[in-house]
């Protein structure tokens, strides 16, 4: 199953994750920290949302993966999920704390940030390997 190898290759190269990670945070506090007429003039901003989504959903799953190849003992995808979400709500809160970003907190943002963490939750439910 193609699956197994993805997940064997990345259980022998972990740092991979680690730095998928990182990566991925710093593109999202960049994205979501820089001033908003950065972006104003970008069409790609009509898609603000969906960008939510996948950018929490896949954040949620390299954590998800690194903890499960990382960690002994079952992933608990709880934890994981809130991990995830309170990323984004901490997201949220900075950009309201902060009117120099010229930014605003938006709750629709964070549900659909929670809604990429919960399909990523249940994306690690199928594909890892029962421990």
Not at 104 to 114: C, L, M, N, P, W
Request: proline fraction near 2%; hydrophobic fraction near 55%; charge should be neutral.
């Amino acid at each position: 199953m193609k699956s197994n190898a993805i997940y064997s290759f990345l259980s022998g190269n972990s740092y991979l994750l680690t730095l998928g990670i990182i990566v991925l945070t710093l593109i999202m506090l960049a994205l979501t920290l820089m001033p908003a007429e950065t972006f104003s003039h970008h069409e790609i901003w009509s898609y603000d949302k969906i960008g939510h989504l996948l950018l929490f959903g896949t954040w949620t799953l390299l954590l998800g993966l690194y903890h499960n190849i990382s960690i002994a003992g079952n992933t608990n995808f709880w934890v994981i999920f809130l991990i995830g979400t309170s990323f984004g709500i901490l997201i949220e809160l900075l950009q309201h704390s902060l009117p120099s970003l010229n930014r605003h907190a938006d709750i629709v943002d964070v549900v659909f940030d929670t809604i990429g963490c919960l399909l990523a939750i249940w994306v690690l439910k199928i594909i890892l390997p029962k421990k």
